[in-house]
């Protein structure tokens, strides 16, 4: 099988939050499979606005960068029960266009708890008509007693979890 070209969103703006090192890890761990694009310019993201059509730059950078992959793969936090604010701004300047629409999504919420985030993050992505696998959305609670700091992934199960994603995602592409 040939690689296939993904574009790793992380939902965490902090330079190496847990968030990016777990894409890394992916990154890494399946470079036989995948060609992973980590966008880390969320933060300059314009807010949303739809009378700002044509879209600013940034937007049309990644709008072509999402276009011109084969799937997308976002591994976001939970803030206060929700999507952090800038992932859910780049979710909404994607809803004018049918750029999810047929493809391929994967999902990580890796955080304390998540389960919020997990359900909202879950229902947009089925709004959009993202193509899903079975397993390609994943719930990773206490993230930080799983992941080290220098981004080893320390819990078995956890691992496991992200190779059945891994899995249910490519076979979707």
Same mark, same amino acid.
């Given at each position: 099988m040939d690689t296939r070209k993904v574009v790793a969103i992380s939902g965490s703006t902090r330079k190496g939050s847990t968030n990016e090192l *777990?894409?890394?890890? &992916?990154a890494k761990q399946y470079a036989h499979l995948? !060609? +992973?694009v980590i966008y880390n310019d969320l933060d300059k993201l /314009?807010?949303?606005? /739809?009378d700002m059509e044509p879209a600013p730059e940034? +937007?049309?950078k990644l709008?072509?960068? &999402?276009s011109s992959a084969d799937g997308v793969l976002i591994c976001t936090p939970e803030y206060i029960f929700s999507l952090p604010g800038s992932l859910k701004n780049m979710i909404d300047w994607m809803v004018s266009t049918t750029l999810f629409s047929g493809k391929p999504t994967a999902f *990580? +919420?890796?955080s304390a708890l998540g389960e919020k985030t997990f359900e909202s993050l879950n229902l947009i992505i089925k709004t959009l008509e993202a193509k899903m696998g079975d397993k390609?959305? @994943?719930?990773i609670s206490g993230v930080r007693g799983k992941v080290s700091k220098s981004g080893q992934i320390t819990d078995q199960a956890t @691992?496991?979890? &992200?190779? !059945?994603l891994v899995k249910s995602f490519t076979a979707s592409m």
């Open positions: *777990i894409l890394r890890h &992916i995948l !060609e +992973v /314009p807010h949303f606005n /739809p940034e +937007v049309l709008r072509s960068l &999402i *990580i +919420v890796a390609a959305a @994943l719930l @691992l496991q979890q &992200i190779d !059945e």
